[in-house]
């Protein structure tokens, strides 16, 4: 059974600190990598895709990939009261369409 | 503007009734999936349709049906089967299988059911 892990949380922030959000997978051959944000009551929203070890950065947001330890993070710099969501991880294993797993989520809260 | 419409947004449905929920998309994205929210939990795929006429299940798809006539609608109906049909149901859809992004998502607004 693939399995994609994230702390719950709450995991709780001051604002314009940084946060990072954790996700590891069991699969070893996983070959992409995404991070969604759900707003409550919402439908998740692509925010990061990572399918390369290293990190991969887009303004406030640095995705993490290591695949050796199958591991990826998100980091969010300079945290604002506005990133209070709940963070998903989705891996990608190949194959069908089907293989795309998602993590049950860690939700932020960016304190003001 | 392209994107994907669900509806009802919410739907209250009696035990013992079947439900569908519809998911139309205008992005020409061939692939579509439905998956279910609960709670504290992720999202757990139900079904999803790679090409017209076509579709597979899921982890989840005891209690459900769907259907692929058309490439922009991929409706699923919550039979009476599903033994807690209550949560949040979410259409999503990507481009072409294999192509580049293919495993990007874009997901529709949601349909809440509540089984009374």
């Known amino acids: 059974q693939k399995e994609v892990e994230q702390n719950s949380g709450p995991l709780s922030v001051p604002e314009g600190a940084i946060a990072s959000l954790n996700c590891t997978y069991s699969?070893?051959?996983?070959?992409?990598f995404f991070w969604y944000r759900q707003y409550s009551g919402k439908s998740p929203e692509l925010i990061m895709s990572?399918?390369?070890?290293g990190d991969k950065e887009d303004g406030r947001f640095t995705a993490q990939l290591n695949k050796a330890s199958q591991y990826v993070s998100l980091l969010i710099r300079d945290s604002q009261p506005s990133d209070s969501a709940t963070y998903l991880c989705a891996v990608y294993s190949g194959g069908s369409q089907g293989n795309l797993i998602f993590g049950k989520g860690t939700k932020l809260s960016v304190k003001p | 503007d392209g994107g994907i419409t669900q509806s009802p947004k919410y739907l209250f449905r009696k035990e013992g009734q079947n439900v569908t929920l519809s998911c139309e998309q205008n992005l020409n994205h061939d692939a579509m999936y439905w998956y279910r929210q609960d709670p504290g939990q992720g999202l757990r795929l139900i079904y999803y349709s790679q090409i017209v006429n076509d579709f597979q299940k899921g982890d989840i798809a005891e209690g459900y049906s769907v259907s692929r006539e058309k490439k922009e609608s991929f409706p699923l109906t919550v039979t009476s089967a599903q033994k807690n049909p209550t949560a949040f149901y979410l259409c999503?859809?990507?481009?072409?299988?294999?192509?580049?992004?293919?495993?990007?998502?874009?997901f529709g607004a949601g349909s809440r059911l509540t089984v009374l």
């Open positions: 990572i399918y390369s070890n």
């Open positions: 999503a859809s990507s481009i072409r299988t294999g192509a580049s992004g293919a495993n990007v998502l874009t």
């Open positions: 699969d070893r051959v996983s070959q992409s």
